[in-house]
Nanobody
Framework: QVQLVESGGGSVQAGGSLRLSCDVS????????MGWFRQAPGKEREFVAS????????AYADSVKGRSTISRDNAKNTVYLQVNSLRPEDTAVYYC????????????????????WGQGTQVTVSS
């Protein structure tokens, strides 16, 4: 079992920045690609970004590409998502996700299965 706990959400004005964190605990001796998804009110959960177990490969949704950075610190068992130039449409609950992978370079894709989810952290962007 793997437990994921998100933090760093909050309310921010448009144009601001947030750094979300995901603390990973439990059976962390396997290779896990990590990712962030989000779900806005009335909408389906959508992929935001992913990073491979090695940290060397990343993937981003078009909606956040160029203004977001996903990273991980395996020594601290923590994954980060930095989002800059926040927009009202970024308002959502952000979920951390983990997917067991065979290769250290694999990321989580938008349609990939996820093995573990966090409880989510709310991000609200006001105009």
């Amino acid at each position: 079992q793997v437990q994921l706990v998100e933090s760093g959400g909050g309310s921010v004005q448009a144009g601001g920045s947030l750094r979300l964190s995901c603390d990973v605990s439990g059976r962390t001796n396997s290779n896990y690609a990590m990712g962030w998804f989000r779900q806005a009110p009335g909408k389906e959960r959508e992929f935001v970004a992913s990073v491979s177990w090695s940290g060397g490969n990343t993937a981003y949704a078009d909606s956040v590409k160029g203004r977001s950075t996903i990273s991980r610190d395996n020594a601290k068992n923590t994954v980060y998502l930095q989002v800059n130039s926040l927009r009202p449409e970024d308002t959502a609950v952000y979920y951390c996700a983990a997917r067991r992978t065979l290769r250290s370079t694999s990321t989580i894709g938008p349609a990939s299965g996820v093995d573990y989810w966090g409880q989510g952290t709310q991000v609200t962007v006001s105009s």
